[in-house]
């Protein structure tokens, strides 16, 4: 359509063009005509005959003709040259940014036309960018669900997108930032919390130790032993909350190409003095020729934290299952033991800080609430992800690495 009107627009130019070679001819052969007429008039007729004599009736005519011809088609034209200055006024406003400005001319014609669509184009940006600046208004106010309208095919449109993203992520940013300041908070709490309750049995029986308040030497070896086992709690739980931040902060990893079905069968022999303590045994099953690539002192902290949790709560069950195989592009690592079932409700938060499934069991065998979350930082860390199922009849802790082909 504007190809249309462009080229409508160049015949008008040349219809007036011709238009004015018309004028000019016709005025000549008037001029022509009277002549006689005009030679008569005495005020006139001398310099006239003076020109013609000495210049000639041709060049008069030529000169005449010109004259004539830029006079006519500069009052074909005026209106025509108004109208692009004022197009031509709109269009510097625009591109000065000064979209609500608009092109008045009253003439119907093309550039009449190409005014409307210049006044609507700039109606319509004018409206999308009042969209923009509302949204970016409510963004600033911390509506980050804010959704401004995204007109496809436009570059302002590609602009409406890139600020709902940059939204989007910046709500994203700003969860993460509180949740963050929420995790520091509540680890704060709960190691301040878990300190305090061994360090009060502490003082409190070497209080009773300084003050002499025992009857007997054996009184006093149980009060000592007491405060030694809670000192021995204690300083596991430094260690496991040193050893959770250190992971966490991105401590360096020596990967390299672990088979699993040897890895494991190791592992399993350290375990042997625990597991006939405890009345237990542990069967492998595994495929052969499975490697993953992780770093291996970091994996048997993570596993000996899965295999003392299952002699530890799965020892009326007798037996642990440990299963190694290839599923897809990737390796399972599975520990099933077949004690007491985890209920269900704590099942989402049994990789958390602190979090004990039954608070008083856990104290007396000695956990800190930091193993689960120390084990899920460091198969994590090394690519790799863990979950855990639990029923009446067995609790399995399933690891998953990609596979080395």
């Known amino acids: 359509m504007k190809v249309m009107k462009l080229h409508s627009i160049r015949l008008k130019m ?27 008039i005495p005020a006139i007729k001398p310099p006239l005959v003076w020109i013609i004599n000495h210049i000639g009736s041709d060049p008069v005519m030529l000169v005449a003709g010109i ?11 005026k ?45 319509q940006l004018n409206v999308y960018l009042e969209e923009i600046r509302n949204g970016l208004r409510e963004i600033a106010k911390g509506n980050f669900d804010t959704d ?39 680890l704060i709490t709960g190691v301040s919390h878990d300190l305090r309750t061994p360090l009060t049995s502490i003082l409190g029986f070497l209080e009773v130790i300084e003050e002499d308040r025992y009857q007997d030497e054996v009184e006093l070896r149980y009060y000592v032993n ?6 021995q709690n204690l300083k596991k739980l430094i260690d496991d909350l040193f050893e959770y931040t250190r992971i966490n902060n991105g401590l360096p990893l020596d990967i390299r190409e672990i088979d699993m079905a040897q890895f494991i069968r190791q592992l399993i022999e350290e375990f042997v003095p625990a597991l006939e303590k405890s009345g237990m045994e542990c069967k492998l099953a595994a495929e052969e020729g499975l490697v993953i690539r ?38 399972s690592i599975s520990f099933t033991n077949y004690g007491d ?23 007396q065998t000695g956990g800190t609430g930091l193993g ?31 596979k080395v082909v």
């Open 79 to 123: 209106w025509f040259v108004l109208d692009l200055q004022k197009i031509q006024t709109g269009l510097q406003d625009i591109t000065a940014g000064r979209f609500d400005s608009r092109i008045e001319l009253k003439s119907q014609d093309e550039l009449g036309g190409v005014a409307s669509s210049i006044n609507r184009m700039t109606e």
């Open 294 to 331: 992780a770093d291996g002192a970091q994996l048997v902290r993570a596993y000996e934290n899965l295999i003392t949790n299952a002699i530890r709560y799965g020892d009326s069950g007798n037996r642990i299952d440990i299963a190694v195989r290839s599923d897809g592009n990737q390796v």
């Open 67 to 77: 004259i004539l011809f830029f006079a006519s088609y500069y009052m074909s034209t």
């Open 341 to 363: 079932p985890i209920p269900e409700r704590d099942l989402p938060f049994i990789f958390d800080r602190f979090y004990r499934v039954e608070t008083s069991r856990s104290k």
């Open 148 to 186: 401004i309208p995204v007109q496809s095919g436009s570059q302002l449109g590609e602009v409406a997108e890139s600020i709902n993203q940059m939204s989007r992520q910046l709500h994203q940013s700003i969860l993460e930032e509180r949740n963050a300041e929420k995790t520091k908070n509540d």
């Open 372 to 402: 689960l979350a120390i084990t899920k930082s460091i198969v994590e860390i090394q690519g790799g992800e863990i979950r855990v199922r639990s029923d009446q009849q067995r609790t399995t802790f399933e690891t998953r690495f990609p």
């Open 14 to 40: 040349l219809f007036m063009l011709l238009s004015s070679i018309g004028i000019t001819a016709a005025l000549l052969v008037i001029l022509y005509a009277l002549s006689t007429l005009i030679l008569s």
């Open 226 to 231: 007491i405060a030694y086992e809670k000192a």
